[in-house]
């Protein structure tokens, strides 16, 4: 793995995931890693198969289990637990983070899906 973190930290009452990386760090709304969940119930099983997720707002992380050396399963406050964050698919999110959310408030937009603002929005900004 070329992006392994040096530290993860999450804020429940923040409802956001702080990620570092020996050369980055990175805030991550619980919100932002629910609707990019890795999981084939998100992402589908091929390209044109993903699911929308909507309504994810005041979603939380309510516990991390690490999964070999590699990933981390994230178990959601709304029952979501099947998506492995790999270190690269984290670092991933945090990079391209502006660039994915955007196309994500695009996709609600374009749905005719209206997204309530949150307390912790300025971590998507």
């Given amino acids: 793995m ?41 992402q589908g099983h091929g390209p044109g198969q993903e699911t929308l997720q909507t309504h994810k707002e005041d979603v939380n992380i309510v516990a991390i289990e690490p999964v070999g050396h590699y990933a981390v399963r994230l178990i959601f406050s709304d029952s979501h637990n099947s998506g ?26 374009a749905e005719g899906i209206a997204r309530e603002a949150q307390s912790n929005d300025q971590y998507l900004i």
């Fill in 2 to 42: 070329k992006n392994t973190p040096t530290d993860i930290r999450l804020h429940t009452k923040s409802r956001v995931l702080e990620i570092t990386f020996s050369d980055e760090h990175f805030t991550l709304p619980c919100e932002y890693l629910r609707v990019h969940s890795p999981s084939a119930e998100v």
């Fill in 84 to 109: 492995l964050y790999s270190w690269d698919y984290l670092h991933e999110l945090g990079a391209q983070r502006l660039l994915k959310w955007q196309c994500y408030l695009n996709k609600l937009k």
